[in-house]
């Protein structure tokens, strides 16, 4: 049976069919993102679609939710590097050959503290 192209098929779209309908392909810029966004990234992602659904939308429909999460992710793994630099200044890790769980010890509490930090001043703002 031959039709018309529609502007979409004119401007490059393309369907694929599904039972007896035929549905657009269409992917947002933002979920090829997806791939690089990291842990925070997607955490920021799951407090505005429950805290702020005002600004998830506008992100999502502005198509800057994918930049917006990346560069989220990517300020949160900076500062976790810096803050896990000063917390080894101020609080200095044992000597893992002498004391392994002491050295676990002291490694867990400041990833503990680090992501405290990252959560409250990036992610859940």
């Not at 401007?11 to 035929?22: F, H, K, P, S």
Request: glycine share 6%; proline share 2%.
């Amino acid at each position: 049976m031959n039709r018309e192209k529609s502007l979409f098929e004119q401007m490059g779209g393309t369907y694929r069919q599904v039972g007896d309908y035929l549905i657009p392909n269409i992917v947002l810029k933002s979920e090829t993102q997806t791939e690089q966004i990291g842990k925070y990234g997607f955490l920021r992602r799951s407090y505005l679609k429950e805290h702020c659904r005002a600004r998830y939308q506008s992100l999502l429909l502005q198509e800057k939710l994918g930049e917006h999460l990346l560069e989220v992710d990517r300020i949160a793994r900076e500062r976790e590097e810096v803050i896990l630099k000063l917390l080894e200044v101020s609080d200095l890790l044992p000597d893992k050959a002498a004391g392994q769980m002491a050295w676990v010890q002291v490694t867990n509490r400041h990833k503990a503290i680090d992501e405290e930090i990252i959560l409250t001043e990036l992610i859940y703002v």
